[in-house]
């Protein structure tokens, strides 16, 4: 048979096995490891005062200044007090805020449990996150909506 007049049908089907192998691969490799407890959280050193964290799920960015500690993500849970000992072995200042790069339990899963320690009273003070469009221009004129 003339490879012109080859049909594509076989190209197609094996393009979407590919894409169904990918997606099947994809999910299972997101989904949560069954034992956590020994995971442990590594702290790598990228720059002075910038580190990141690597442990069972999303990496987590660590910038710890004067002011305290902000993260980048926060792991599942089940690892919220390794990831605050990890934090603790690289500042002695306070978590300060956390960004979610998105809502996958490997990066968000610990917010509830990190806000409890950092913040385990309501009289403590609590990050509070104002766009910068809200925030009043200087000598207290309104910002730029």
Same mark, same amino acid.
């Given at each position: 048979?003339?490879?012109?007049? !080859? &049909?594509?049908?076989?190209?197609?089907?094996?393009?979407?096995?590919?894409?169904?192998? $990918?997606? *099947?691969?994809?999910?299972? $490799? !997101?989904?949560?490891?069954? +034992?956590?407890?020994?995971?442990?959280?590594?702290? *790598?050193?990228?720059?002075?005062?910038?580190?990141?964290?690597? =442990?069972?799920?999303? !990496?987590? /960015?660590?910038?710890?200044?004067?002011? /305290?500690? $902000?993260? *980048? +993500?926060?792991?599942?849970?089940?690892?919220?007090?390794?990831?605050?000992?990890?934090?603790?072995?690289?500042?002695?200042?306070?978590?300060?805020?956390? *960004?979610?790069?998105?809502?996958?339990?490997?990066?968000? /899963?610990?917010?509830?449990? $990190?806000?409890?320690?950092?913040?385990? &009273?309501?009289?403590?003070?609590?990050?509070?996150?104002?766009?910068?469009?809200?925030?009043?221009?200087?000598? =207290? &004129?309104? =910002?730029? &909506?």
């Amino acid at each position: 048979m003339n490879a012109s007049k !080859t &049909s594509p049908r076989p190209r197609k089907m094996a393009c979407g096995f590919l894409a169904a192998a $990918l997606v *099947i691969a994809n999910t299972a $490799l !997101t989904q949560q490891p069954t +034992d956590l407890s020994k995971t442990e959280i590594k702290a *790598i050193r990228l720059a002075p005062d910038f580190y990141t964290l690597e =442990g069972a799920g999303g !990496t987590i /960015g660590v910038l710890a200044g004067r002011d /305290g500690v $902000l993260l *980048i +993500d926060t792991e599942y849970a089940a690892l919220t007090d390794k990831v605050v000992a990890a934090i603790k072995r690289i500042s002695d200042q306070p978590i300060r805020f956390a *960004i979610n790069t998105h809502v996958h339990a490997d990066h968000a /899963g610990g917010n509830e449990n $990190l806000a409890a320690v950092c913040y385990p &009273s309501p009289s403590a003070t609590t990050p509070i996150w104002v766009p910068s469009r809200h925030r009043p221009a200087r000598k =207290g &004129s309104p =910002g730029i &909506s």
